[in-house]
Nanobody, 125 residues
Framework: QVQLVESGGGSVQSGGSLRLSCAASGDTYSKYYIGWFRQAPGKEREGVVRIDRGATRIYADSVRGRFTISQDNGRNTLYLQMNSLKPEDTAMYYC???????????????????WGQGTQVTVSS
């Protein structure tokens, strides 16, 4: 099974940028659906972007054009470049993996069974 570790969170001002990393170990991430999710206090978990077996990318409307997911196969790591950050982007961000055999209900997190510990992103106005 795959293990995931996120990093790169922090505090920035509105309009700033951050790059999150999701390092995978134990298996190759390209075998899985990989999703970035976020959860703000008092709100439901939200799917931000999904990459399917290293190919197709699906972005939430709220981040399309501002966030970009990329991958480094040699490092078995995925990145989430976040530009033009807004205060409403403030949340704990999680990287998660779903086996390729699972039927997903995106943007729900259903089917994503492997989760990292999360990294906090705080955007101030």
């Amino acid at each position: 099974q795959v293990q995931l570790v996120e990093s790169g969170g922090g505090s920035v001002q509105s309009g700033g940028s951050l790059r999150l990393s999701c390092a995978a170990s134990g298996d190759t991430y390209s075998k899985y659906y990989i999703g970035w999710f976020r959860q703000a206090p008092g709100k439901e978990r939200e799917g931000v972007v999904r990459i399917d077996r290293g190919a197709t990318r699906i972005y939430a409307d709220s981040v399309r054009g501002r966030f970009t997911i990329s991958q480094d196969n040699g490092r078995n790591t995925l990145y989430l470049q976040m530009n033009s950050l807004k205060p409403e982007d403030t949340a704990m961000y999680y990287c998660a993996a779903a086996p390729s055999s699972v039927v997903l209900r995106w943007p729900s997190s259903a089917g994503f069974v492997y989760w990292g510990q999360g990294t906090q992103v705080t955007v101030s106005s």
